[in-house]
T-cell receptor
Framework: QQQVKQSPQSLIVQKGGISIINCAYE??????FPWYQQFPGKGPALLIA?????SEKKEGRFTISFNKSAKQFSLHIMDSQPGDSATYFC????????????FGTGTRLTIIP | DVKVTQSSRYLVKRTGEKVFLECVQD?????MFWYRQDPGLGLRLIYF???????EKGDIPEGYSVSREKKERFSLILESASTNQTSMYLC?????????????FGPGTRLTVT
């Protein structure tokens, strides 16, 4: 049972454009929603994260939008750059003091000049 | 800087062989995890451990076992490798700190079973 659904599987965006990746979850007990970024040949690394008590979190060009009633959250990358080309994973967890994460299936983002 | 290292970047094994994947972290983290990464399936948790000699099954433990004899080291064992275990294997660690959910990943081991 896939508890976190991620779309699209791949995304091509022109340099300077906005990249949007969407995730939906089923378990209402989830209380922490991170996004991980993975470059080729590397392990994933935490990019940005949000808790359900806020609807948006921004860090530089990266923004998470969170809709608790719809059980959806999304990653927006403003002014996308070729260096943002990577695979992005959304994730969720609900275990207090337990960091077991449930990951989405990933989105391969390519930024073209 | 947290560092998670994995013993091999690439590994080729034959069907039926016993395979050991080693992971070492240098930040005294309590939690350690093994995932496999497959295209279109994302990261799936195989096993995790909260402490030395402690282990818990993840979502896809069948065909795998783990060992954690020292806090910094977490081993994944394929008792009898099969072709459907060809995959990228990622190790991660994290501290046992309330509301600190960041996991630190190693670079991965690409395992091919022929």
């Amino acid at each position: 049972q896939q508890q976190v659904k991620q779309s699209p599987q791949s995304l091509i965006v022109q340099k300077g454009g906005i990249s949007i990746i969407n995730c939906a979850y089923e378990n209402t007990a989830f209380d922490y929603f991170p996004w991980y970024q993975q470059f080729p040949g590397k392990g994933p690394a935490l990019l940005i994260a949000i808790r359900p008590d806020v609807s948006e979190k921004k860090e530089g060009r990266f923004t998470i939008s969170f809709n608790k009633s719809a059980k959806q959250f999304s990653l927006h990358i403003m002014d996308s750059q070729p260096g943002d080309s990577a695979t992005y994973f959304c994730a969720a967890t609900h275990n207090f003091g337990n960091e077991k994460l449930t990951f989405g299936t990933g989105t391969r983002l390519t930024i073209i000049p | 800087d947290v560092k998670v290292t994995q013993s091999s970047r690439y590994l080729v094994k034959r069907t039926g062989e016993k395979v050991f994947l080693e992971c070492v972290q240098d930040m005294d983290h309590e939690n350690m995890f093994w995932y496999r990464q497959d295209p279109g399936l994302g990261l799936r948790l195989i096993y995790f451990s909260y402490d030395v000699k402690m282990k818990e099954k993840g979502d896809i433990p069948e065909g795998y076992s783990v060992s954690r004899e020292k806090k910094e080291r977490f081993s994944l064992i394929l008792e009898s490798a099969s072709t459907n275990q060809t995959s990228m294997y990622l190790c991660a660690s994290s501290p046992m700190v309330v509301y600190s959910y960041e996991q630190y990943f190693g670079p991965g081991t690409r395992l091919t079973v022929t």
